[in-house]
């Protein structure tokens, strides 16, 4: 692409670059028509500079614009060199005290709980945290782009509206200055003339229709012949479609048609083809073709290159005058005046009016270039922001309107302003007032909405797509109608009261049109579905529920509004439901003596609307009324009597019956039960009563006097009798509520405060709940502040949350007694999940188990009527009539929960007289007798019992267990009122025979609890024994769940490793003073088969589930992987670490055949399973991986299980006559030489065999040297069969290579795995500062057991060559030969991986080495010499002396052996090495040097021949340095090797110190790994979380040029940002398109990657390309939680604890395997793409 660019910058015309811009702006300060000259000049330079090619240069562009364009605009504007002018202006300039900085997409926002005036105000980082809410109740959130810090508006904030930074200038507060006077009149004018041509240009060029003809001042004569295809953004096609649509229709690769999709929909239009006429338009009709099938096509316009040219310099000049205007308010004044402007065609000819008409035909680039420069001009100068409003305003309905027909995302559109606008308080107001704002926006709202039925009421039922897609738009305008409304006025005129209640007569407009829409008709036995139409009503009614209650606290401001509203309200509503006795048939109802005139009306058989918002403002107007006592001091003014509360409570009641008989519960919530207390606080009691039964259908159950032939009568169907029993219930429950729901404010006597604690009290009466359980759980209101946080501590205990799971809050056991069973908030089902608890927890506390209603705070005086009910004669009818049923206990009649709420009833009554009676005062006589009425038996001619007596003899009804306590209750209050009723005698109840029953009884009572008591301790007993036997057999079906446990139970380890026989010896793990180990016999049981077997050489083989990858977990080197792996040599594993292969076990055994059938299955299984469904599974079969069978542990391979392999090789002891080090070197030397000779032989074409033989002679083997022998291997065939497999796993992994068994390279990998694995453990331990063989994990032990006998045993499978060759190479590099030139030095080698490269290679030479040197003698020689060079390389690299840090004590003998080698190093270097003359400091540094080493190899030579671990390493403290020397056979002064072997000491030393290599190092040329290698960590994290947010909105895509990345995402590894789940940062590995994120761990973490999505607070596991897993983030909030999404916006905070975890989670390498229980548990995290992140 450069090369075609190449030529085009030569192009450059000579004339561009010689034009002046001094001259340029002399010129047009001389011009008699300035506007011409501007045309003219621009006419003739634009196009030369913009749109010369195919592709934009914008370089070159901005360079030329700004030279040709902008600069004689400078110039003209400054009068002098902008360079000098620009900052003058700065200077003069006193800035103004709003920040106003407009935010970037992912920006971090704060607004302050406490002291903003509405939620939309915001700060920027900056501000907030120079700003006094950091210490306040702040909420944070990221920007979606747009939007401005509020900082600075007086209005925003309640209080410290300032930060430190703009409270600078605030002294004097001078707001009405004009900043023109800080301006020379000159530069006035000329700003002025030049802002009036170049807006009106931009505004002409930007709105220009035509496509191939220019603005006639604008053209010009020469005009070329170029075109572009331009192709437009829509939200209908997606990106695919797109890509797809243009690769076939301009012929592009699909990098370019990426490249262009990710244009368009960034900035809302690109070109995608240049060239002439004919050109572009075929372009354009392939591409017309190929969208338009489904939906309408992709917009694509041919454009003549010039217009194109002048729109690109039109928005390059919107951006600049944003810049000019920056250096001085004065500037911005004068752009807003120019923009206001009325041009020449009158009203909506301004500029600015022009653009905001034309939003919604603009490309969103323009869009965003034009709404920026509003932001920081119009709204940030006070004066023009209102004129602006009012601009706004005056075009709203218009605006709107282009909105919702516009296809394009609300934040693209000029209407989105009116956030910015109309939550200004002052602004809102003046609009109301001067514009009428509220009227505006309610009427363009229904206008938007125009079907209606016949009713005038709005219809949903026959949208089309179309318009359900309209409504979903015209939605936003209920949000501007509550910005308008968030901030209430705190004093009214007249002119805002009138134009409010114009407004309120708009809305009660729009509320009529809603009073009764959809009705639904109950066909009985039918099901009503939740249709789309339905919903729309739904959701219109659920958004409106705000605005209602909005509306409502303006009128509770002002009484007059108050009483205004009140009539039109009531107005309306008699307009609703004026004739709603039409038709219908007038009766008379009556019961127990009272009568009542009503109609006849049945829910089951007509329509039914559920949606009654004008009844809900009347109610709630109603409550203000009662609230603010303006209906005690204005009766007169209000029109009470003109209510009929029949017509009021009818068409709620309707409403409720539908729901009763529906079972919907959820309408409840609706607060309906209001608009009932509203209407029945008016009415008699009794009355009410008979039309409530009359509307539940219910009447002639209680009105027949002979109710009891109800059960007899056999036509009577079963059904319906159980139908009556849940309306009956229904109906009941109504009644609890019309009584006991107090809790509102002006309703009963309570503050909002009481409210919320009762909300809070019964939500954690069900269970205690997370912070954000609760608060969702609470009644929504958007617009204010639960206050939750203010009562939360009265009625709650916080539980802090450990390092999984949520803090908690938990009921304070004091406020059970404010519990309501009947909660109307209550669902169903939490009625009961809540009625439940509340038993259990008595029962816990050994109470009993009754739930009385609790006490209730009295009711306003307006609705002090209520209670009447409870003691009416209806009610006590209907108490009688139920409670007859329960003591006749007729078959299904009756239902205990009917029962329930009766009893709830009639406690509520006696709760309530109890407070008259507690409350009473001398003069009053309280007229609550409801225990006097329960007393009297029924009247003639049933003669019924009394209530009371019916009571007591349902006390002792078996059936009634559960509700006996409940009784029992009731009757004890009942006589304690009795007693309270004598001791004042005001007035005497009526003596009953059961209350002297009940003393006697009690005593009974109590001996048959006890007796109960001791029957359930029992049968909870013998529940819990069957549990435990059930969860036995639970653990075989669920083994995932019990995987922990299983961890600690060490029943499928049978070694035992602290055998007693051996414990008072001193413990030697290797050498010929090895510790000899009894032989253990060693039973395992198969989870597959469950037979038992032993662990034997020549048995079948048993093996442990396995999971072996790749791991840069210990790296040093992150930059470094293999390159090819086919020719990489994994020999000598690089102290960088940077490339190892871990292998994980569960420790699960297995038979290998059983587990070669279940593996056989499951990849036939997953075959089926894959082609039938295509579905992903959480393992991929086809790589050899599968499920442990039993804890489902993600596997690749399998461990043969082995006994220590050594034991089976060392029979030929021979302890008495060892060499020493030297003389063992000397041997193994020669012996390596016979070998590389015969080897050289062999290799040779054989020329004559006998010759062979003939040298082998001369070669003089040493002595008892037999390389023609080949030992027997030991091993059945099934075990050496899983050597193999087991081999070529790790090589395959490791390599990343296809399986080869017979490949080199597979020891190596074996090895190098073990070693790799015991270093990663060994590291884990020290970081948790754990013992190194303290009670490790079972799977662990078992895991590195097998790990390292395998890698012991596997030579035998191998070829015994090529492993006697790899033995050669490795001593090599230490004892250097003829042979072995280019080994890497020591710098270059882990020690470690060195180490147990040679031992276990050692046993392929040693089998043929008949002399009598033992494998133990050469463990150890091989074990000494590794430890030596390991010293050399930490004396080299790692001491560096520290300052003042001198020896005190006088030096010891390792001191002054260490200082002696130094200087030996010192002199083989050349001097090179510094000296350093402090041996403790050297010393210090050897052996925190070699610890790590010393407790590998004391793990490693553990497993490898079962030595038991000294005690003194079980436990943690200090260093263990020397018990880990004796362990290992070393001599605690380490330097003693080197002195006992002087005579070959010096010859090494020389020979690793003379490399270049180090020669390099020391000189400083190369750098090299110091020990001890510190532990990686996971990067640093900030403790607050927005720090972070602020860092990723920093970060901008690498790859397309400053664009914002939509998903950064942080790599916990290393801290690298990525863009990620974007097209732009895709790339290609191993022939796939992958995101960032995969990309990333392939050379991050070779392939396993840990990662923090940033703006959703997720951590992302990722491993390979397929799988991966969000995890839970490391942040909480004050209440323990964890938000991911950032939904909530409460500060966040690093809680370093669940940071730990994640890092422990890497460090043990369990990544992939916390994914595959992921996605084993949530089967829909397997189908996302993972590879695309
Ligand atoms: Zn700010
Ligand atoms: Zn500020
Ligand atoms: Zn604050
Ligand atoms: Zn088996
Ligand atoms: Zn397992
Ligand atoms: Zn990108
Ligand atoms: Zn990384």
């Known amino acids: 692409m450069a090369s075609e660019l190449e030529p085009e910058v030569q192009a450059i015309d000579r004339s561009l670059l010689e034009c002046s811009a001094e001259e340029t702006a002399g010129k047009w300060l001389q011009a008699t028509d300035l506007t011409r000259e501007v045309y003219q000049h621009l006419a003739h330079y634009v196009p030369k500079i913009y749109c010369r090619g195919p592709n934009p240069f914008p370089q070159k562009e901005d360079m030329l614009a700004q030279h040709v364009l902008l600069g004689p605009m400078e110039w003209y504007l400054c009068g002098e060199d902008p360079a000098f002018g620009f900052p003058k202006l700065e200077q003069a300039n006193k800035p103004s005290h709003l920040c106003g900085r407009v935010f970037k997409v992912g920006e971090p926002t704060y607004s302050c709980r406490d002291c903003a005036v509405d939620p939309t105000c915001v700060l920027c980082m900056e501000c907030f945290l120079g700003s006094i809410h950091r210490d306040h109740r702040y909420r944070m959130t990221t920007s979606g782009g747009g939007g401005f810090c509020d900082c600075g508006d007086t209005e925003a904030w309640k209080e410290g509206p300032y930060c430190q930074k703009h409270e600078l200038n605030t002294s004097e507060i001078e707001e009405e200055e004009d900043p023109l006077v800080h301006l020379s009149e000159d530069v006035i004018a000329r700003t002025y003339n030049i802002f009036a041509i170049m807006f009106r240009y931009a505004v002409e060029i930007l709105t220009w229709e035509k496509e ?784 002297i029953m009940e003393e006697s009884s009690r005593d009974k009572d109590k001996a048959e609890r006890k007796r109960k008591a001791e029957i359930a301790r029992l049968r909870r007993e013998k529940i819990m024994a069957q549990m435990s036997e059930m969860q036995r057999h639970f653990i075989d079906e669920n083994k995932e769940l019990f995987q922990q446990t299983l961890e600690l139970d060490a029943s499928t380890s049978a070694v035992l490793d602290n055998s007693p026989m051996v414990s008072n010896m001193a413990l030697t793990a290797l050498g010929p003073a090895q ?165 050289k032989e062999e290799s040779t074409p054989n020329t004559a065999s006998s010759k062979n033989l003939e040298n082998m002679d001369e070669l003089q083997f040493p002595e008892g040297f037999r390389p023609d022998f080949h030992p027997k291997n030991p091993y059945s065939e099934s075990i050496k069969e899983m050597l193999t497999t087991f081999g070529t796993a790790t090589y395959k992994v490791g390599l990343k290579v296809h399986p080869n068994e017979e490949d080199p390279r597979v020891p190596i990998m074996c090895w190098g795995s073990c070693a790799y694995t015991i270093q990663s453990i060994e590291r884990i331990l020290s970081d948790e500062d754990k013992p190194l063989f303290g009670p490790l994990p079972c799977r662990l032990d078992d895991c590195l057991r097998s790990l390292t006998r395998f890698a012991a045993a596997h030579w035998t499978v191998a070829s015994l060559s090529v492993v006697q060759g790899h033995f050669c190479k490795l001593f090599a590099s230490l004892v250097p030969d003829d042979n072995h030139g280019d080994l890497p030095c020591i710098l270059d080698i882990d020690m470690f991986h060195l180490l147990v490269g040679l031992v276990l290679a050692f046993p392929a030479l040693q089998c043929q080495d008949f002399s009598g040197i033992s494998l133990g003698t050469g463990d150890l020689h091989i074990f000494h010499l590794v430890t030596m060079a390991h010293i050399v390389q930490i004396l080299l690299t790692s001491c560096t002396e520290e300052n003042g840090m001198d020896q005190e004590n006088p030096a010891g003998e390792e001191e002054l052996a260490v200082l002696a080698l130094y200087k030996t190093l010192h002199q083989c270097t050349g001097s090179a090495l510094k000296e350093i003359p402090s041996g403790w400091h050297l010393w210090r540094n050897v052996r925190n040097g070699i610890m790590p080493f010393l407790k590998c190899c004391a793990l490693f030579f553990h497993y490898l021949n079962g030595v038991p671990s000294p005690p003194e390493l079980q436990v943690s403290g200090t260093s263990h340095f020397e018990h880990l020397c004796n362990y290992l056979s070393l001599p605690n002064n380490l330097i003693c090797l080197f002195q006992e072997n002087n005579e070959i000491t010096k010859l090494l030393i020389e020979s690793w110190c003379h490399n270049i290599e180090v020669k390099r190092y020391l000189e400083g040329e190369r750098d090299a790994i110091s020990y001890p290698r510190e532990s990686n960590k996971l990067i640093d994290l900030p403790e607050d979380y927005s720090s972070l947010i602020n860092q990723a909105s920093n970060f901008s895509c690498p790859k397309s040029g400053g664009d914002k990345s939509r998903a950064p995402t942080l790599c916990l590894v290393c801290g690298t940002l990525l863009c990620s789940q974007s097209y732009c940062c895709q790339t290609e590995l191993e022939g796939e398109d992958v995101g960032a994120c995969t990309a990333h761990t392939y050379s991050c973490g070779s392939g396993v990657g840990i990662f923090l999505r940033v703006r959703e607070c997720q951590v992302l596991f990722l491993a390979g390309k397929t799988k991966g897993c969000f995890y839970s983030p490391p942040y909480l909030d004050d209440y323990g939680e964890t938000d991911q999404g950032l939904r909530r916006g409460n500060p966040l905070h690093l809680c370093k604890e669940r940071f730990k975890k994640i890092q422990k989670l890497w460090h043990q390498h369990s990544i992939t395997e916390e994914i595959g229980h992921a996605q084993e548990a949530n089967q829909t995290l397997v189908g996302i793409d993972w590879q695309h992140l």
């Open 212 to 995: 191939s003809e220019l603005p006639a001042d604008l053209e010009i004569v020469e005009k070329s012949d170029t075109y572009y295809c331009m192709l437009f953004n829509d939200e209908v096609h997606t990106y695919e479609q797109v890509i797809y649509t243009l690769q076939k229709a301009v012929n592009c690769t699909q990098k370019e048609a990426i490249g262009f999709a990710t244009t368009v929909d960034r900035d809302g239009r690109r070109s995608v083809r240049y060239g002439d006429f004919q050109y572009c338009e075929q372009a354009k009709s392939v591409i017309v073709r190929n969208t338009s099938r489904q939906t309408k096509p992709l917009k694509v316009q041919v454009m003549h290159s010039s217009i194109v040219a002048h729109q690109n310099f039109g928005l390059k000049l919107l951006s600049w005058l944003g810049n000019v205007i920056g250096y001085s308010d004065g500037l911005r004044r004068i752009l807003c005046q120019v923009g206001l402007q009325e041009g020449p065609d009158g009203e909506n000819s301004s500029l600015v009016d022009r653009l905001m008409l034309n939003d919604s035909k603009l490309w969103k680039g323009a869009r965003s270039v034009y709404h920026q420069l509003f932001m920081s001009s119009l709204l940030m100068d006070l004066k023009y922001k209102k004129l602006f409003a009012i601009r706004f305003a005056k075009n709203y309905e218009r605006l709107q309107s282009d909105y919702v027909t516009d296809d394009h995302d609300r934040e693209f559109s000029i209407a989105d302003l009116s956030v910015q606008i109309f939550t200004v308080p002052s602004l809102a107001r003046m609009l109301i007032t001067e514009e009428n704002l509220m009227t505006i926006i309610i009427k363009t709202f229904m206008d938007h909405l125009r079907h209606r039925d016949a009713q005038g009421r709005f219809q949903f039922e026959r949208y089309t797509a179309l318009q359900a897609f309209k409504f979903r738009r015209v939605q936003s305008l209920i949000f501007d109608l509550k910005y308008v409304l968030i901030s209430k006025p705190t004093e009214w005129s007249d002119d805002l009261r009138q134009k409010f209640l114009e407004g309120f007569d708009a809305f009660l407009e729009l509320l009529k049109c809603m009073q009764g829409m959809d009705p639904i008709t109950r066909q009985v036995g039918q099901h009503i579905e939740m249709e789309p139409e339905w919903e729309a009503a739904f959701t219109l009614q659920m958004k409106l529920t705000h605005v209602i209650s909005m509306m409502q606290d303006w009128c509770a401001l002002d009484e007059k509004v108050l009483i205004e509203a009140y009539k039109k309200c009531l107005a309306v509503l008699m307009q609703c439901h004026g004739g709603f006795t039409d038709g219908e048939q007038p009766i008379t109802l009556s019961i127990c003596g009272h009568s009542v005139e009503t109609i006849r009306y049945c829910v089951s058989q007509e329509k039914v609307s559920i949606h009654l918002p004008v009844s809900r403002l009347l109610a709630g107007l109603h409550v203000l009324l009662s609230k603010s006592e303006v209906a005690y001091k204005f009766p007169e003014l209000l029109p009470l009597s003109e209510l009929s509360p029949p017509m009021l409570i009818e068409h709620p009641l309707r409403c409720l019956v539908l729901c009763a008989q529906v079972h919907a519960g959820m309408w409840r919530r609706n607060g309906f039960s209001l608009v009932n207390q509203t209407g029945v606080s008016m009415m008699d009691p009794n009355h009410f009563l008979m039309i409530m039964l009359s509307r539940f259908e219910l009447y002639q159950i209680f009105s027949t006097p002979d109710y009891g032939k109800r059960f007899s009568s056999e036509i009577t169907h079963k059904d319906v009798v159980q139908q009556n029993n849940t309306l009956i219930e229904e109906m009941l429950y109504l009644i609890i509520m019309i009584v006991g729901e107090r809790f509102s404010p002006g309703v009963g006597q309570v503050n909002a405060t009481d409210e919320i604690k009762r909300e809070i009290i019964h939500q954690l009466s069900i269970k205690p709940m997370a912070h954000s359980e609760l608060v969702k759980s609470l009644p929504e209101d958007e617009n204010k502040e639960t206050g939750m946080e203010s009562v939360i501590e009265a009625v709650a205990h916080f539980k802090k949350p450990g390092l999984t799971g949520r803090g908690m809050y938990e009921l304070k056991p004091e406020c059970a007694k404010e519990f309501n069973l009947y909660f109307y908030h209550f669902s169903r089902a939490e009625q009961s999940k809540a009625e439940e608890a509340q038993r259990k927890l008595k029962r816990q506390n050994r109470e009993d188990t009754a739930l009385p209603p609790p006490v209730l705070p009295p009711f306003c005086p307006l609705f002090a009527s209520l209670v009447n009910i409870l003691q009416s004669d209806v009610m006590l009818c209907i108490m009688r009539t139920v409670l007859q049923w329960a003591v006749e206990h007729n078959g299904y009649a009756w239902s205990e929960s009917m029962l329930q709420r009766v009893l709830h009833l009639i406690g509520m009554a006696l709760q309530e007289e109890k407070q008259h009676l507690d409350n009473v005062t001398e003069e009053h006589v309280v007229t609550f007798t409801f225990t006097q009425k329960i007393s009297k038996p029924g009247e003639a001619p049933n003669n019924s019992p009394s209530i009371l007596a019916m009571l007591e003899t349902l006390q002792n009804a078996p059936y009634l267990d559960v509700h006996k306590d409940m009784i029992r209750w009731i009757l004890k209050t009942f006589n304690a009122i009795k007693k309270i009723r004598e001791s004042s005698s005001t007035s005497p109840v009526a003596e009953t025979e059961g209350t």
């Open 1075 to 1239: 510790t000899q180990v009894p032989e253990q016999r060693q039973f395992v049981t198969c989870i597959l088969c469950q037979e038992e077997q032993e662990v034997k050489v020549e048995s079948k083989a048993m093996v442990l589930a396995a999971f072996v990858q790749r791991s840069t977990v210990l790296s040093k080197n992150r930059s470094k992987f293999i390159q090819d792996p086919e020719k990489y040599d994994p020999l000598f594993m690089h102290p960088d670490l940077s490339c190892g292969t871990h292998t994980g076990s569960c420790g699960h055994i297995m038979h290998a055949h059983c587990w070669q059938r279940y593996f056989d299955s499951v990849q036939a299984k997953e075959q089926r399973r894959q082609q039938r469904l295509r579905l992903h599974t959480s393992y991929d079969v086809e790589n050899g991986e599968f499920l442990c069978p039993l804890c489902e542990c993600l596997s690749n391979t399998v461990i043969p299980l082995l006994l220590p392999p050594r034991n089976i090789f060392n029979s030929r002891l021979n302890i008495s006559d060892q060499p020493k080090l030297t003389q063992w070197i000397r041997t193994i030397s020669q012996q390596i030489k016979a070998l590389q000779v015969l080897r």
